[in-house]
């Protein structure tokens, strides 16, 4: 599965919603994350990846999330 | 100058309905409440039975993402928060600023605590959740619910074990009777039919091992051998009688006593003298004008053999031969022990005796003891006439709580 749709299966299932709703340009915070949300998501995503994420502001968006982690791989 | 307090709204998640309407049809039928426990396997445990909460569905109350994030004990107790908040109709008639929140739990998010120990046996530090600490802390569902009601007066969780919701809502009456705050979001909640909980309260030697859902909570009964565990929430709106007349609220009863002391005897096993659930009862009623032929009694009546003989010493120690004209129950043969939750519950069950003349029975009491001999109705309930209910709560760590309630009277 291509990464971006990995990632938008994780936030359907967190969000209980259908991952059509979610696009590249989902903002966390549009999506209703809060700081702790973030903090939980990075973990399983870090967990499903095999990665480590440095914390990193910038990343708020689905698409910014998405290129981090290509860029890890 | 003191301020009187009345209740203005109810709202309750119960092993025997999960709203006030439910709640109090099944007070008034004698529903039983406790059945196999469904929540683990329990082969290798000596408790089969408790009395759980059906059929809860949080995704009422709870947006998905919080829901996630927010134990059992606090979606019971936003769920009936929320019964409550709407019932009276208070928010917007009344200052943010003047809106406490005193919601208590006993335990706490237990059920939290075991999800995440298990991760972080499996996985370190790494594998607990981030969510995890604000997720099951005690003063959570007080936290939550100011949240959630923008309640910016005092939001704190009172913990005094099986007296908790009754303690919660006598400070609550406190603070509004002296002029700290206009109204009070109270009441108190537990979710902890886990299997640790049961574990501990078993080997503690607090528990009913009855097999048999129909003959397992025996209040004031002869076989009784122990509680059976319960859970839920239940909360009440109490409001300053006056702010409450101005706003046209419905005004379900007055709370008009509320007694509190600690046997500082020992951590479990009530003081056999009763002295100071003596002195609690007395304190609720001081300056209450009440007859005891009217009067219904919620006692705490957990069905352990210790407890219910120590509460019927103390109802005679207080009331004199009064005592026998008493109208007593405990409701926990219905509900099973809601520990957290129970006070909060039977002060419900207090106001649906005033409000519908009904003493709500001590179902299963089918073998009385012979030593105690007052008036507990048994299995059905009976209509008569009540002017004052009384609701006594005792908890491990030698707590003694009483609430008294009556009639409105203008």
């Given at each position: 599965?291509?990464?971006?749709?990995?990632?938008?299966?994780?936030?359907?299932?967190?969000?209980?919603?259908?991952?059509?709703?979610?696009?590249?340009?989902?903002?966390?915070?549009?999506?209703?994350?809060?700081?702790?949300?973030?903090?939980?998501?990075?973990?399983?995503?870090?967990?499903?990846?095999?990665?480590?994420?440095?914390?990193?502001?910038?990343?708020?968006?689905?698409?910014?999330?998405?290129?981090?982690?290509?860029?890890?791989? | 100058?003191?301020?009187?307090?009345?209740?203005?709204?109810?709202?309750?998640?119960?092993p025997?309905?999960?709203?006030?309407?439910?709640?109090?049809?099944?007070?008034?039928?004698?529903?039983?409440g406790v059945?196999?426990v469904?929540r683990?396997?329990?082969?290798?445990?000596?408790c089969?039975v408790a009395a759980e909460?059906?059929?809860?569905?949080?995704?009422?109350?709870?947006?998905?993402?919080?829901?996630?994030?927010?134990?059992?004990?606090?979606?019971?107790?936003?769920?009936?928060?929320?019964?409550?908040?709407?019932?009276?109709?208070?928010?917007?008639?009344?200052?943010?600023?003047?809106?406490?929140?005193?919601?208590?739990?006993g335990v706490?998010?237990?059920?939290?605590?075991?999800?995440?120990?298990?991760?972080?046996?499996?996985?370190?530090?790494?594998?607990?959740?981030?969510?995890?600490?604000?997720?099951?802390?005690?003063?959570?569902?007080?936290?939550?619910?100011?949240?959630?009601?923008?309640?910016?007066?005092?939001?704190?969780?009172?913990?005094?074990?099986c007296?908790?919701?009754?303690?919660?809502?006598?400070?609550?009456?406190?603070?509004?009777?002296?002029?700290?705050?206009?109204?009070?979001?109270?009441?108190?909640?537990e979710a902890a039919v886990n299997?640790?909980a049961i574990?501990g309260f078993i080997?503690?030697?607090a528990l009913s091992?009855?097999?048999?859902?129909?003959?397992a909570s025996?209040?004031?009964?002869?076989?009784?051998?122990g509680f059976v565990l319960g859970e839920g929430?239940?909360?009440?709106?109490?409001?300053?009688?006056?702010?409450?007349?101005?706003?046209?609220?419905?005004?379900?009863?007055?709370?008009?006593?509320?007694?509190?002391?600690?046997?500082?005897?020992?951590?479990?096993?009530?003081?056999?003298?009763?002295?100071?659930?003596?002195?609690?009862?007395?304190?609720?009623?001081?300056?209450?004008?009440?007859?005891?032929?009217?009067?219904?009694?919620?006692?705490?009546?957990t069905?352990?053999?210790?407890?219910?003989?120590?509460?019927?010493?103390?109802?005679?120690?207080?009331?004199?031969?009064?005592?026998?004209?008493?109208?007593?129950?405990?409701?926990k043969?219905?509900t099973g022990h809601m520990l957290?939750?129970a006070?909060?519950?039977?002060?419900?069950?207090?106001?649906?005796?005033?409000?519908?003349?009904?003493?709500?029975?001590?179902?299963?009491?089918?073998?009385?003891?012979?030593?105690?001999?007052?008036?507990?109705?048994?299995?059905?309930?009976?209509?008569?006439?009540?002017?004052?209910?009384?609701?006594?709560?005792?908890?491990?760590?030698?707590?003694?709580?009483?609430?008294?309630?009556?009639?409105?009277?203008?």
């Open positions: 599965m291509a990464v971006l749709d990995e990632v938008k299966e994780m936030l359907a299932e967190k969000l209980e919603i259908p991952a059509e709703e979610i696009t590249e340009e989902s903002s966390f915070s549009d999506l209703g994350l809060d700081s702790l949300d973030m903090a939980e998501m990075m973990m399983d995503v870090e967990n499903v990846f095999g990665v480590t994420i440095e914390a990193d502001p910038s990343i708020s968006t689905v698409g910014a999330l998405v290129e981090k982690l290509e860029s890890l791989k | 100058m003191s301020k009187r307090v009345v209740v203005t709204g109810m709202g309750a998640v119960t025997i309905g999960n709203d006030v309407p439910s709640f109090f049809e099944a007070l008034r039928t004698g529903k039983n059945a196999a469904t683990f396997d329990t082969e290798n445990y000596k089969k909460v059906k059929d809860f569905d949080a995704s009422k109350c709870f947006a998905p993402l919080v829901r996630r994030k927010t134990d059992l004990y606090v979606q019971y107790a936003v769920t009936a928060a929320q019964e409550a908040v709407d019932d009276s109709g208070i928010i917007g008639q009344v200052d943010e600023n003047d809106l406490a929140v005193y919601v208590g739990s706490g998010g237990i059920g939290t605590i075991c999800e995440e120990e298990e991760k972080l046996l499996a996985r370190g530090e790494a594998g607990v959740n981030p969510q995890f600490v604000p997720k099951m802390i005690i003063n959570m569902a007080a936290g939550q619910i100011a949240i959630r009601f923008h309640a910016h007066g005092p939001a704190m969780s009172v913990s005094t074990a007296a908790t919701g009754s303690t919660a809502i006598g400070e609550a009456y406190r603070a509004i009777k002296d002029g700290y705050v206009t109204a009070a979001i109270c009441g108190g909640s299997p640790l574990a080997n503690c030697m091992q009855s097999e048999d859902p129909e003959a025996l209040p004031f009964d002869q076989r009784r051998a929430a239940a909360v009440l709106i109490l409001e300053e009688y006056e702010h409450a007349k101005a706003r046209g609220a419905k005004i379900y009863a007055e709370v008009c006593g509320y007694g509190a002391t600690c046997d500082a005897h020992h951590v479990t096993a009530p003081d056999p003298e009763a002295t100071q659930t003596i002195r609690a009862i007395r304190q609720s009623l001081e300056g209450v004008d009440y007859d005891p032929a009217t009067t219904y009694v919620n006692a705490h009546g069905g352990t053999s210790l407890n219910d003989k120590v509460e019927t010493a103390a109802f005679k120690a207080c009331f004199g031969e009064d005592a026998y004209r008493l109208h007593i129950s405990s409701t043969s219905m957290g939750a006070g909060a519950a039977e002060a419900l069950a207090c106001i649906f005796a005033l409000q519908e003349n009904t003493v709500p029975p001590t179902i299963h009491l089918e073998q009385p003891d012979p030593e105690l001999d007052l008036d507990y109705t048994p299995n059905t309930a009976v209509q008569t006439q009540i002017d004052t209910a009384i609701s006594t709560s005792l908890g491990f760590g030698g707590h003694n709580t009483c609430l008294a309630f009556r009639k409105v009277q203008a």
